[in-house]
């Protein structure tokens, strides 16, 4: 398990030269200006002998990426044993390999394109896995949301030193446990979901943070993930709010200083906070959340 120092698990790495390319222009004056932006590479993933999908990523954690996507996806199903990941950076491959033969062919078959941005990729048959399905009834104080809130947007990263890319933070209470970005929303949410497979780590007790849309496909993959609680700085899309009831998932959205919207399983909030008491965010943030 790697550790970048605090109290993160894993924590962004803004200062890794690989994740961004220095590049020249102008600004809005005319005046010569330099800056750094985000990379995007492809990354193919197999699992076993069969080409699933390339996705355009950071190039960072591609060993969790595609085990997540995997086990998001349905590939991957609570019974499989991962035999071996092997990642060949020359290559941009990572091959998952199982002790089992899986039953992928029909998924691909009726894979389509998502509102996810950098090539978003789900199945036809999305909703499989949700029925009969229950989250925990846990608890989630707003003093958590607030004290989380501030601590992941004030965490060095590559969203508040470049922007375009987004952020996904697996919490317990008011703590960040690992804190991954990419150029798509749904990279970043399949990065976690890899490392708690890797790490045998339950989502019954946990929080998901993302800088993105809280929409029908991040709704489900929190489920299927079993975390009870999902929190966005961003705004909500009418069927991920319809998913989250159907799951009894707790969709908190807006998150911003001391505002915050709850539109799903309001049941498991314990309001511990006096909002006046939270401050608003810094300017310097909300920019960079406009430019994201």
């Not at 960072?60 to 990642?87: C, H, I, K, S």
């Not at 505002?259 to 920019?287: I, Q, Y």
Request: aromatic share 6%.
């Amino acid at each position: 398990m790697q550790s970048n120092g605090g109290e993160y698990l894993i924590a962004p790495n803004p200062g890794d030269t690989r994740l961004t390319r220095a590049v020249t222009g102008v600004d809005h004056t005319g005046q010569p200006v330099e800056t750094r932006v985000v990379e995007e590479r492809p990354l193919t993933i197999y699992l076993n002998g069969q080409e699933i999908v390339t996705a355009m990523t950071i190039g960072d954690y591609p060993e969790y990426l595609a085990l997540g996507f995997l086990r998001n996806q349905g590939m991957l199903g609570a019974d499989e044993t991962v035999t071996r990941v092997d990642y060949d950076d020359d290559l941009e491959v990572v091959v998952v390999r199982t002790a089992s033969q899986t039953t992928y062919e029909e998924k691909v078959k009726k894979k389509t394109r998502t509102s996810g941005c950098a090539v978003g990729t789900v199945f036809g048959d999305m909703m499989e896995g949700l029925q009969g399905l229950t989250l925990p009834a846990t608890e989630v104080r707003t003093s958590w949301l607030y004290a989380l809130s501030k601590k992941i947007n004030t965490t060095p990263s590559l969203y508040l030193e470049s922007g375009a890319i987004h952020g996904t933070v697996l919490c317990r209470r008011d703590r960040p446990l690992v804190y991954m970005e990419d150029v798509g929303r749904h990279n970043a949410v399949d990065k976690i979901a890899g490392w708690m497979l890797s790490e045998g780590v339950s989502g019954a007790d946990k929080i998901l943070y993302t800088t993105g849309r809280l929409t029908s496909e991040m709704v489900i993959k929190c489920a299927l993930m079993g975390i009870p609680v999902l929190a966005s700085r961003s705004g909500f899309t009418a069927w991920g709010v319809e998913i989250a009831k159907e799951t009894g998932l707790t969709c908190i959205g807006r998150l911003r200083g001391r505002r915050f919207m709850c539109l799903s399983g309001e049941e498991r909030l314990t309001r511990d906070a006096d909002p006046d008491s939270v401050d608003d965010e810094d300017r310097k943030h909300r920019r960079k959340s406009a430019d994201a």
